[in-house]
């Protein structure tokens, strides 16, 4: 398959990358830096440079074309303000979708964050951050065009991976590594019966692949 990442340099999605391509996978990651472009290439993927605060989505589907599969794994960051959270998580997750159905590319994951929710209350930043992520997410579950899956994480950690994981629709909140949480991912796009899937995530008592088997079985 050949997957286009957005937001390409995040941990995340540089696990993702490698694990991707160690599985023969064609991968391209969407970065705004040029700078980034080595870490990328060293984790297996190409590097495409563009800002999703800026670009059209004419020029988003102009990378997506070809593609079998997006994820959108882009974020403001930390030390970002409001403004970030709304022009990063919220308005490039949605040109993201806009760009992939343009493109005709029907598999789409968004990685989103627990407790995401465009009406949660709140004036502080991170208040901000879930109303932005609870709005691409509601953006996202809209399109008909596109057989999505929204991955809900909950408190990201950089312990190692244990492969061991809790997926359902609510999981209540708890650590994940990132190792899993990219781990997860790449089960995701093999797994297309998880079409349509709003799911929380965290560490578990059951091993990934077989907890994202249950899911798309249920």
Do not use: C
Request: aromatic share 2%.
């Amino acid at each position: 398959m050949r997957i286009v990442i957005a937001g390409g340099h995040g941990q995340i999605a540089l696990r993702l990358e490698r694990l991707l391509s160690a599985h023969g996978h064609e991968v391209a990651g969407i970065i705004r830096r040029p700078e980034q472009a080595g870490d990328l290439r060293d984790a297996g993927a190409e590097p495409v440079i563009l800002d999703l605060e800026s670009a059209s989505v004419e020029m988003v589907a102009a990378v997506l074309q070809g593609a079998d599969a997006a994820v959108f794994a882009a974020g403001a960051g930390p030390g970002s303000g409001v403004d970030r959270k709304d022009t990063v998580d919220r308005a490039a997750a949605i040109l993201f979708a806009d760009a992939a159905e343009r493109a005709g590319v029907r598999r789409y994951i968004a990685v989103s964050s627990m407790g995401a929710d465009a009406t949660h209350p709140g004036d502080e930043v991170f208040d901000a951050y879930l109303r932005a992520k609870g709005a691409a997410d509601d953006a996202v579950r809209s399109r008909t065009n596109l057989d999505w899956t929204i991955l809900r994480p909950g408190s990201l950690t950089d312990d190692a991976g244990t492969g061991l994981v809790r997926l359902e629709a609510r999981t209540g909140r708890g650590p994940v590594p990132r190792d899993d949480v990219a781990a997860t991912l790449a089960e995701l796009l093999d797994t297309p019966a998880t079409a349509g899937l709003t799911l929380e995530l965290t560490t578990g008592p059951t091993p990934l692949s077989v907890a994202v088997k249950d899911v798309a079985g249920n």
